[in-house]
Each structure stands twice: as structure tokens, then as C-alpha cells.
């Protein structure tokens, strides 16, 4: 696994986003990062809950760890870590293994979220 980033924005223009990321990852020489755009605040913590976040924090460089063992890790119910992982595998934040284990294949994850005033 790389050492992989990702980018997460709140901007409600995200099909404009998108376009602008594509220009730049087919364009760059390089690997530019991965990124997750939400188009509101509210949906951005409706997802990324503050146990979802321990989730993906727990596993971030730990390699593969199955759903018992990473709810054990978080002090938390099974079902509810499980319920939680489904969610994370969805947006991309995980990845499920043919094992049914997780893992997090992001080194760096950084939130870029701009709170304007009202026009």
C-alpha cells in the first residue's frame, strides 16, 4: 500500500470541483491525491460522525484489522463498528479486504472547509 492522501472539501459547486480535479489528475506527472468533496456542513458531519472518525484514525498505518478486533480497539458494539465501516467503505475511506477485514489506505487525510458570511 502507498502512501496515499486524501482531501476532503465541503463545496456546494462539486460538480465544478470534480471537473477541476480531473483536469489535474489527468494532466499532473505525479500522484496529486485522492479527494472527497461533500456539498454541505451538514452533510460533511451527518457522514463523518465523531465515532466514524475514531474508525478511521484507529486504522490509519495499522494495516489489515478485522471488525471484531477494530471494535474491541474503539471500545465499542460490533454491530454498531460494522454498521459505522459500511458507511466509510461507501464514501472511501476504507477498503474491505476478501477477508472481511478493513483498512485505511490513507497516510494523510486533510479537511478543507471554508465557512463564508451569508451574501
Known amino acids: 500500500m502507498e502512501n496515499?492522501?486524501?482531501?476532503?472539501?465541503v463545496d456546494p459547486n462539486w460538480k465544478d470541483r470534480l471537473r477541476d480535479a480531473m483536469k489535474t489528475?489527468?494532466?499532473?506527472?505525479s500522484y496529486v491525491g485522492h479527494r472527497l468533496n461533500f456539498e454541505s456542513p451538514a452533510a460533511f458531519f451527518g457522514r463523518?460522525?465523531?465515532?466514524r472518525w475514531e474508525i478511521v484514525r484507529t486504522l490509519q498505518g495499522a494495516g489489515s484489522v478485522g471488525v471484531r478486533e477494530l471494535a474491541r480497539r474503539v471500545g465499542r458494539d460490533v454491530r454498531r463498528v460494522h454498521d459505522d465501516i459500511v458507511v466509510l467503505v461507501e464514501l472511501?475511506?476504507?477498503?474491505?479486504?476478501?477477508?472481511?477485514?478493513?483498512?485505511?489506505?490513507?497516510a494523510?487525510?486533510?479537511v478543507d472547509m471554508h465557512l463564508r458570511a451569508a451574501a
Open 4 to 9: 496515499w492522501t486524501l482531501t476532503i472539501t
Open 48 to 51: 463523518l460522525t465523531e465515532r
Open 108 to 110: 494523510d487525510i486533510h
Open 25 to 29: 489528475g489527468f494532466s499532473a506527472k
Open 92 to 106: 472511501g475511506l476504507l477498503e474491505r479486504e476478501e477477508n472481511g477485514a478493513v483498512v485505511c489506505p490513507f
